[in-house]
């Protein structure tokens, strides 16, 4: 309930930030329009007087800081490298597409950016879009002359297809307004057709005119957003998210949003449940900073700037970046460990994105063995959903030996109970007196009060690395169990999808059989397992029937895999008590024959007669 309210009002104020962002974005992309539209009609000389009147009355600056460059296009300036550029102003709209087999590209020459990454899925055919747009386009690796705040260069470039995947855009801009000092930016995107990792060069070159980049404190800003793909319905932090981490001094870090990092990284990231964003810059002066500003269609962003600090007293400088977008498994990020990749990487420690932190990290080895275990049994039988079932199989007879025994603990200890409450009774008054003559009661018995819960305590670390396996093993994306009703394990089922509805205060928005299985086989559970002193325990009857209730309503929208992982365990947890009970019963019963057959056996005690009192 307190979630959705703080959803609410979230929504209420992205919906006033929003409506601003928007009215603003419609107004500057109008003016862009209109000056393109002017510059392809009037001659030259026109063109460029117009450019130069535009940047006199646009406000470039503030009392308490440097100006803040908007651009212009204009006369070429020879680079140092005495390479030419065509005096054509007129520049047209152009996107290019870099087609591999992992992923297709497409880039535009509207500031030379990236609108689509699109990853193939090689066993369901079907494409991912690692650039997640809103309402409006993507825009991701876009230059701004300056920090984070500064809007990004809109202009369109020139484009020099250097090779299928080499592209390389340009395009000059006036230093200062009103000067005819101009710099080229230059944009150079690298791909590799095996790599999900590509290089991306940034190039300001002054010429002989232009010494030296500072915009507001900052040479550029470059950029990856608004937002990782694929889409989502809602990032909880546990079923879906976006975490945002650094890895530095040999350790990956999370870090905060707005937090400016200027201390030395190796890489900074953005990743989600199955796909990941890595940001590697070769120059070390650059900084970074994650925001989350809204964006229409989209909440919330994650974005990844790379700030370039200010340079002075440089005609040109050159800056490099490799990027990774692709799956997040260690399959893909280990080759950057061991130099087995095109750019020759060695020691980047991408895989740390796929390593598990806290709890999930002291148990990843566990979580791999259950995964190297699961991908047998899928080699077996090509069913997700099989393989999940015969791996809880696998982990139940395993366990066997330890369930039996916790359960020969539980019914010893009813036997004892009542000895217990007299000894508590007794030394009520005295805690030190009572745990000594506990003590010695256990001692005699040969009973250890912990063997009941050791089964349980030593089967919890499996449910913990089988509960994140589930939720996050990339493979279960796109995998199929029973067609037509669970097509998906890594998201939830339905039966019935509310269009355009949601249940008031749950937001439930489809009608799902898993929860309602779940409980059905979590209360039959209870119900056998019941030991028999705890039917008339209000407390207990209480726990039964109101726990499973509550997981009702946790797990009402999580994966398929984790419910099917979980209703097959409790429905083999109780096959597997009914045998245990079964067996007792046996046991006991044998007992209490060979006990009776031991009375039978007993000869009875002879009966000596008195002696005779001698007579006097």
């Given at each position: 309930?307190?979630?959705?309210t703080?959803?609410?009002?979230?929504?209420?104020?992205?919906?006033?930030i929003?409506?601003f962002m928007?009215?603003?974005?419609?107004?500057?992309?109008?003016?862009?329009?209109?000056?393109?539209?002017?510059?392809?009609?009037?001659?030259?000389?026109?063109?460029?007087a117009?450019?130069?009147?535009?940047?006199?009355?646009?406000?470039?600056?503030?009392?308490?800081?440097e100006?803040?460059?908007?651009?212009?296009?204009?006369?070429?300036?020879?680079?140092?490298?005495?390479a030419?550029?065509?005096?054509?102003?007129?520049?047209?709209?152009?996107?290019?597409?870099?087609?591999t087999?992992?992923?297709?590209?497409?880039?535009t020459?509207?500031?030379?950016d990236?609108v689509?990454?699109?990853w193939?899925?090689?066993?369901?055919g079907?494409?991912?879009?690692?650039?997640?747009s809103?309402?409006?386009?993507?825009?991701?690796?876009?230059?701004?002359?300056?920090?984070?705040?500064?809007?990004?260069?809109?202009?369109?470039?020139?484009?020099?297809?250097?090779?299928?995947?080499?592209?390389?855009f340009?395009r000059?801009f006036?230093?200062?307004?009103?000067?005819?000092?101009?710099?080229?930016?230059i944009?150079?995107?690298?791909?590799?057709?095996?790599?999900?990792?590509?290089?991306?060069?940034?190039?300001?070159?002054?010429?002989?005119?232009?010494?030296?980049?500072?915009?507001?404190?900052?040479?550029?800003?470059?950029?990856?957003?608004?937002?990782?793909?694929?889409?989502?319905v809602?990032?909880?932090n546990?079923?879906?998210?976006?975490h945002?981490?650094?890895?530095?001094?040999?350790?990956?870090?999370?870090?905060?949003?707005?937090?400016?990092?200027?201390?030395?990284?190796?890489?900074?990231s953005?990743?989600?449940?199955?796909?990941?964003?890595?940001?590697?810059?070769?120059?070390?002066?650059?900084?970074?900073?994650?925001?989350?500003?809204?964006?229409p269609?989209?909440?919330?962003?994650?974005?990844?700037?790379?700030?370039?600090p200010?340079?002075?007293n440089?005609?040109?400088?050159?800056?490099?970046?490799?990027?990774?977008?692709?799956?997040?498994?260690?399959?893909?990020?280990?080759?950057?460990?061991?130099?087995?990749?095109?750019?020759?990487?060695?020691?980047?420690?991408?895989?740390?994105?796929?390593s598990?932190?806290?709890?999930?990290?002291?148990?990843s080895?566990?979580?791999?063995?259950?995964?190297?275990?699961?991908?047998?049994?899928?080699?077996l039988?090509?069913?997700?959903?099989?393989?999940?079932?015969?791996?809880?199989?696998?982990?139940?007879?395993?366990?066997?030996?330890?369930?039996?025994?916790?359960?020969?603990?539980?019914?010893?200890?009813?036997?004892?109970?009542?000895?217990?409450?007299?000894?508590?009774?007794?030394?009520?008054?005295?805690?030190?007196?009572?745990?000594?003559e506990?003590?010695?009661?256990?001692?005699?018995?040969?009973?250890?009060?912990?063997?009941?819960?050791l089964?349980?305590?030593?089967?919890l670390?499996?449910?913990?690395?089988?509960?994140?396996?589930?939720?996050?093993?990339?493979?279960?994306?796109?995998?199929?169990?029973?067609?037509?009703?669970?097509?998906?394990?890594?998201?939830?089922?339905?039966?019935?999808?509310?269009?355009?509805?949601k249940?008031?205060?749950?937001?439930?928005?489809?009608?799902?059989?898993?929860?309602?299985?779940?409980?059905?086989?979590?209360?039959?559970?209870?119900?056998?397992?019941?030991?028999?002193?705890?039917?008339?325990?209000?407390q207990?009857?209480?726990?039964?029937?109101?726990?499973?209730?509550?997981?009702?309503f946790?797990?009402?929208?999580?994966?398929?895999?984790?419910?099917?992982?979980?209703?097959?365990?409790?429905l083999?947890?109780?096959?597997?008590q009914?045998?245990?009970?079964r067996?007792?019963?046996?046991?006991?019963?044998?007992?209490?024959?060979?006990?009776?057959?031991?009375?039978q056996?007993?000869?009875?005690?002879?009966?000596?007669?008195?002696k005779k009192?001698?007579?006097?």
């Amino acid at each position: 309930m307190e979630k959705k309210t703080i959803l609410a009002v979230v929504l209420s104020s992205i919906v006033l930030i929003v409506s601003f962002m928007i009215q603003n974005y419609y107004v500057m992309r109008n003016q862009q329009r209109a000056l393109i539209e002017r510059e392809m009609q009037e001659s030259s000389h026109v063109q460029a007087a117009e450019t130069e009147r535009v940047l006199e009355n646009t406000p470039l600056s503030t009392p308490e800081t440097e100006p803040s460059f908007q651009t212009a296009l204009s006369a070429p300036v020879q680079p140092s490298s005495g390479a030419g550029m065509q005096t054509d102003d007129t520049v047209l709209p152009e996107t290019i597409t870099v087609e591999t087999d992992l992923y297709t590209a497409v880039l535009t020459n509207a500031g030379g950016d990236m609108v689509s990454f699109n990853w193939k899925d090689p066993r369901h055919g079907t494409d991912v879009d690692l650039i997640l747009s809103g309402d409006n386009p993507a825009r991701a690796f876009a230059i701004a002359f300056g920090d984070h705040n500064a809007v990004p260069v809109s202009d369109y470039f020139h484009v020099n297809r250097i090779s299928e995947y080499e592209i390389e855009f340009y395009r000059d801009f006036l230093a200062q307004p009103g000067s005819n000092e101009r710099f080229r930016l230059i944009k150079r995107y690298d791909f590799v057709p095996t790599e999900y990792l590509f290089r991306l060069t940034v190039t300001l070159d002054g010429g002989f005119s232009v010494q030296g980049f500072n915009f507001a404190g900052n040479a550029y800003t470059l950029s990856f957003g608004p937002q990782i793909g694929p889409r989502f319905v809602k990032l909880d932090n546990i079923y879906d998210y976006r975490h945002l981490s650094i890895f530095t001094n040999g350790k990956r870090k999370d870090v905060k949003v707005n937090e400016i990092i200027d201390r030395p990284v190796s890489w900074a990231s953005i990743s989600g449940k199955y796909f990941a964003f890595i940001a590697r810059p070769l120059a070390p002066e650059s900084k970074f900073v994650f925001t989350n500003k809204e964006e229409p269609g989209i909440t919330p962003t994650s974005r990844l700037n790379l700030i370039r600090p200010a340079v002075n007293n440089m005609f040109k400088i050159v800056d490099t970046y490799q990027f990774y977008l692709g799956p997040k498994t260690l399959e893909a990020l280990s080759k950057y460990n061991n130099g087995d990749n095109s750019f020759n990487i060695r020691e980047a420690n991408f895989s740390e994105i796929a390593s598990s932190k806290g709890i999930w990290g002291i148990l990843s080895p566990l979580e791999r063995l259950l995964k190297w275990l699961l991908m047998i049994f899928y080699t077996l039988v090509p069913n997700y959903g099989i393989a999940i079932i015969l791996l809880v199989l696998l982990i139940k007879i395993l366990f066997f030996p330890l369930t039996k025994k916790g359960s020969e603990a539980t019914l010893r200890m009813q036997a004892l109970t009542p000895k217990i409450k007299e000894i508590q009774e007794k030394y009520k008054s005295d805690p030190q007196k009572l745990r000594m003559e506990m003590g010695k009661f256990y001692q005699q018995e040969g009973y250890n009060p912990m063997s009941g819960c050791l089964p349980m305590l030593l089967q919890l670390p499996i449910f913990i690395a089988m509960y994140n396996l589930f939720n996050n093993h990339f493979d279960l994306r796109g995998a199929g169990f029973i067609p037509g009703w669970i097509p998906d394990l890594s998201i939830p089922e339905f039966i019935v999808e509310f269009k355009n509805f949601k249940v008031p205060i749950v937001g439930w928005t489809a009608l799902r059989a898993l929860p309602f299985i779940y409980v059905g086989s979590q209360l039959v559970y209870s119900k056998v397992t019941q030991m028999p002193g705890q039917q008339s325990n209000a407390q207990m009857k209480m726990m039964m029937y109101i726990l499973p209730i509550v997981f009702f309503f946790i797990l009402y929208d999580v994966p398929s895999g984790l419910l099917i992982y979980w209703i097959f365990s409790n429905l083999l947890t109780l096959v597997q008590q009914l045998i245990i009970n079964r067996y007792i019963l046996i046991k006991k019963a044998a007992e209490a024959e060979a006990n009776a057959n031991s009375a039978q056996n007993t000869p009875p005690p002879k009966i000596v007669p008195p002696k005779k009192k001698k007579k006097k």
